[in-house]
């Protein structure tokens, strides 16, 4: 790999931090339950001990809520006040856990070293690379991204000048799962792709991979596995050489640079040819990605061996909970938990005939693991529980339409336009306008949440409108 040194050299990468609001291991952030401490998951992936020790600490330092978010990681929520020192004790045993960032000794107290702690929040930050939940052990992947997502987290915390980037800025790996969440937008994105001589990564900017509702078709170019690391080195240390000062993702990089622009500039950090290729103008996917398969048992490449997959009730569960499921991936599984960025949980590697059992215990946890059970069309953000923002309670709200949502249309309740349970644009969005009240928005290629075609609808009429959208032909007299 070239090394090149970037063209912008930052003497010191503490001085290029940018600000932050989002919550992350070192940094909690009040919210109106409490403080929220995000925990980064490599790939999604946590040991059963260390879903154990998250359980422990968000008992004894929190509300004992924990949140699986969209992009595949958990977050600890309602943390007690600071002046308990809870704050530092959750953190501490967090990172006692080995949930913190790849970094030296991270510093307990910012007063005696201020600049080391920006350093390892930053490290925490920009761990963003989300890969299938069923990597590795998906039977249609062309490839197993785990080595590649790992090399490329090392890569993010350790490479000093990759501390200025954005908390938000992600990758996305794709190894051809079916299993796959390929409809949100990363910044960087690669894809494997079977070539006659084998198999390749092609890539796009500021999107997701073609085959999905909301991807246009088309790859910019293709390298081989090994170089997927330096392709993204270089494009990094691109985006932090041209993108201005108030530009903190690749799109925002894309309205002042070509294509063509970035791709020449990022040559400098490489010792492979890097070009566009036109012959993948319309490049595609070749498996359709399934989202089901993260609900239920399904089969893993090794012959006898399931997943099992469980969705919490609008991606929250409490402490007791999470224990449950880490003991029984550890009766069952391999002593591992991954969350998916659908908001819900898999046990991989659970014997195929112990796999109805395993099922049953979380169904009885209070997961819903049958893609038929209207929760799991649902994602909700916090809510006015959570959030001073939320103009009405989506969670409650949200309970209360699973009881009436028509089958299999999917729903994003949202207490302001910000958006936070979605990174994509859903089939159908409630947009919070009063307690109890919302704006009703369809999907139709629109940017944001599509065209308003309802306002101000009670969780009752909402319901029969999207059933009445669902099924425009059904007739008032059909009962
Ligand atoms: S979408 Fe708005 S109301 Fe909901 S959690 Fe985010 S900021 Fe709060």
Partial sequence: MNQASPSTVLPDAALALRPSACPGLLRIVAARDGGICRIKLPGGELSAAQAIAIAEASTRHASGVIELTNRANLQVRGVHAVQGGHETALIAALVDAGLGPAVGPIPANAAVDAAGLLLATSADDVRNVMVSPTAGRDPFALFDTRPLCTELLALLQTEARFAALSPKFALLLDGGERLARVDHPHDVWLAATQADDGVRFVFGLAGCPAGETNAKPGALGAVLPTQVTGLVRALLHTFLDLAAADATRMRHLLTAHSIDAVLQHARQYIDFPLSRDA????????TPADATLRLGAHAQRVVGLQHAGGQPPLGRLDAATLHRLAKLSQQHGNSTLRITPWQSVLLPDIAANHAAAVLAEMNALGLACDPAQPITHLIACAGSTGCAKSLADTKADALLLAN????????HLSGCPRSCAAVYCAPYTLLATAPGLYDLYRRNGEPDFGSCVAHQ?????????LDSLAHPARSPLDA
Avoid: F, K, N, Y
């Avoid at 012959?279 to 070749?286: D, E, I, K, N, P």
């Avoid at 609808?457 to 409108?465: H, K, P, S, V, Y």
């Fill in 404 to 411: 009436r949502l028509p089958a299999g249309v999917d729903v």
């Fill in 457 to 465: 609808l009670t969780i009752e009429q909402a319901a029969d409108m």
């Fill in 279 to 286: 012959s993948l103008a319309h490049w595609q996917r070749g």
